[in-house]
């Protein structure tokens, strides 16, 4: 009893064991890549569907990139798009034909030949009133889309098959983010056998003309992909295949991580983040992505106070957003602006800026005069703060709380869960002030100031634009950006629109959170692609770094011999 | 009782039908829109509406009740094989149809989906119902039998701890000692074959049916020091019954009776209810899938969780009520 007692505390007392290093080492950079074995990583989430016309969270996307090629994808900087199915395209100077030419001999899984006519029933598919599309009308700008979602065309007739390797998209008018909505899994093109209408139980069986075809989905647990021998680009993929197990909680990522049963790893406790990042063996390696996700909060312009422009301004100047970041250090970093350092078009100068004696003068203009000594004045009623629950929002309201109250501005924070938030901030005239961010759905400034404060994006219920932000002048800049085929004047219209919404500031800018990716050594050829997480499709895995690896592999401090003796009495 | 078996029955149907109209209405009262989550944060408002008419929750809340309560229970096709949009989320019960739609969010039929799920939670809760039970029994009747002795304050102050730790502790320090120091068992998941099913369940098993097992532990321990002192205990040991055969022959059934109560209502919570255990060691039961139900507002699902739960609660009540007549002859004759 007493030895059981023993070795039961040594056992506990084994869990404060230092941080393994990697495993395997880098090899040559310039070594050719070699085939085989299997890739393995995790999500805490579940993949609800692998249908492309109706999947669009993180995770089920990343994996569509392994099953699903598209015309066109972004490119791994950023900035425009590579060839994927079709060599090669072009867009008309009037900005309303887009003309695709494919590639010869790409095949689907099934082994039959991607033609235009696939392209144009797979997006039908897609678009279809009976799918449920959740970002159908990313589309709406090809000619017939009206007509076809409202059921008086049988095809959308601006989506126009010209032989079997060309397909033309006409636009209804210029529309610079088609080529962006276009490179996203929604619009891939899908096997024959899925038909030309969506049906369920195509995602238990997703067939495309992907690196990597569907070998098995259990859901809750894994999902598999193995290679596509026949897949368009001679020679790869070079993986085996690629196992993604699923809800997998982050701290037990880790433990596999650390044994060498993950290969790859995104999804960190931040304690554990920091231990990494903290740990001389791991000092070098992983990569922090660049960040394609802005926080903010909205001021709802039709609820006083925020209704008043200095109001706004003073809130936005009152924010030390360096004191939010620091409860994060690494994941989350201060913004003043808009875009996200991930998205073409953002701008490194400061935006937003804190301020407060700036704050309190505005507050003084608004008819709120405050005076930080006596903690007399300010605004005179307590305004409520919607947060998400379980967030980090959460954390930054209870220090905003702490900058509006210097400005004389009292707000409660009241957390709710993600669908009454979502239903409440976005209903007219209910919510004053919440938290508030974007994901950016493509990399194009556009999908951020168009939801975010286009006039057009107002609503009763549903409303995107949850600060009610009405500005004309705003929305023809954007509708003239939108329409914009030069890309380097296109940007210059919407940097000038971010300058327009810092100063109005229906936002007070916080934050971009980022990622910190990690994987073992003997992965390689994985370039973190700043649009999308874990394009590992062309990533390879030296056999012989993983072999040497297996044999050091960490030890087990307590082994059962160990424990054995323990509880022998060292025996 | 067979009456009484039949009685219970038609009273378990009605409290079914009372728990799904409730479920339904709480789903419907809920805030937030369920086709604004299905169709994500930043969908636009069109894209919403459309996927809103689409799972038909722009009708009325009694048009989608009185079409739930349809499709619930429905006479199936004529052809057996006959699978179209009508039938697609079916399954057969004869010549009936039992439907409880489709996911929300998973675009999957909810029977296929609870009957995917059903295999592992009954393996969970019947692994986890063992481990409460021998441990419960065993160390319950042993701290009873030594009453006052260091064994029994030892066992009192362990269940003690057993009941106030929080499950996904206990689940924690298993895993950490058995798959990641140790080795010996699957950290998670569910395996492919038997015997990795089996290994797989030991882990989770222990988490709950040790924290069940500090209640059963006490709750044997109160009962067999009951029955100690009964007169038909002291009765048997004076007319020269060994001390074993009282405790096992006459004391530990009487204490039976109780515990087959608690067994019976454990066993359902069991069934949906090992939320977080489920989670730690991605189980693929029933509590998880309808904690994630709750949280996508997937309605169809929750109102199927509901369902199952409800049913093998009243399924346990029953089984019970039925097996007081076999263990407790006095009960037969009730009318109950």
Redesign the interface.
Known sequence: MRRSLLAALV??G??DAALPGPIGRAGDPAAPPRRGGWLRLASYT?V??L?PA?A??EIANAIEHFLFAKLLDFSPDGEGFVPDLAERWHVSDDGLRITFHLRRGARFHDGDEVQARDIKRSLERALH??T??????FY?RIAGYQDY?QRKASDIAGLKVEGDYTLVVELSEPDATMLSVLALPTAAPVCRSAGARYD?DF?ARPCGAGPFRFQSW????HVRVERFDAYHEPGRPYLDGIEY?????T??QR??FE?G?LDYMREFGEADLARYLASPAWRGLGSWDLGRAVHALFLNNEIPPFDQRQVRQAVAAAIRRDQIAAVRPGSVRPASRILPPAIPGHNTAPGQRYDLDRALALMREAGYPYDPATGKGGYPHEIPYVAVNDSFDVEAAQILQQHLARIGLRIRIRA?????Y???T?RRRTVAIGSDG??A?FPDPSNFFE?LFASR?I?E????NRAFYRNPTLDALLVSARKETDPARRLDLYRKAEDMVLDDAPWAVLYTKRWFELWHPYVRNYRPNPARSEALSFAWIDPDARAAARAQRWA?????GR?ARWVSGGR | MLRRAFRRLASSLVVLWGVVTLAFVINFA?????A????????????????RQ??GLDRPLLEQYGRYLQRLIHPGPRSPDRRDEVHGSCGALGPLHVDLG?SY????PVLE?LL?RLPASLLLAAAAMLVQLAVGLVTGTAAAVRRGTLADKGVVALTLLGVSAPTFLLG??L???F??????LP????GQSSGERLLSVVLPALTLGLFGAAYYTRLVRDEVLGQLGQDYARTALAKGASRLRVLVVHVLRNTLLPLVTVVGLDFGTLLGGAIVTE??F?W?GLG?LSV?AV?E?DGPVILGTVLVASTAVLAANLLVDLSYALLDPRSRGRGG
């Open positions: 056992l506990l084994g869990c579940n609800r569907t249908d109706v669009f969270d009133p009976d449920p599309c959740p970002i159908s009308s709406e979602v369920r995602s259990e859901p809750g647990r197990a699923l809800g997998v909680p701290f037990t433990f596999k044994g049963q709710q869960g993600w669908p009454a979502l239903a409440e976005s974007w994901a759905d939801p994006a609503s219920e549903e409303s995107q087990p401090p307590l082994s059962r424990i | 809920l805030p937030g829109d369920p604004r989550i299905v169709a994500g944060p930043q969908a636009r408002p069109a894209d919403v509406a459309r996927i689409k799972l489709v969010q998973q675009h999957r989906l995917s924690l320090g895993q950490y000692l798959a990641y120091r140790l080795r010996w950290f998670d998941g569910y989670k730690l991605r693929p998880q994630d949280v507002r």
